[in-house]
């Protein structure tokens, strides 16, 4: 990823494109949302190959992130694995009670 947003001159301080913190948030936000709109007005999943595309662009945009915020993505990842897993969620504690 580092050297195609270098040879495109994205870390340019100069760039439209700048891979700052703030526009790599915006753009990752972006992109889930074209995720979301494949599935507007319908259940059911119509162009797989769309969705692998938006799923990429996504996954591109939170490890470019973390990278540039020098977050360990794998290691946060296991962490709120674990965190999660001893997590009491609102719907199991309300099985729980019945």
Request: charged share 30%.
């Amino acid at each position: 990823m580092h050297e195609f947003v270098s040879e495109k001159g994205w870390y340019d301080s100069q760039s439209s494109k700048q891979q700052s913190l703030r526009n790599l948030a915006i753009s990752l936000n972006l992109e889930a949302s074209e995720v979301l709109e494949i599935f507007q007005w319908t259940e059911t999943l119509k162009d797989k190959e769309s969705l692998a595309s938006e799923l990429a662009d996504v996954s591109l945009y939170l490890l470019q992130l973390a990278s540039i915020a020098d977050i360990d993505l794998e290691k946060a990842i296991l962490q709120k694995l674990a965190q999660n897993h001893t997590r009491i969620w609102e719907n199991d504690a309300k099985k729980d009670q019945a």
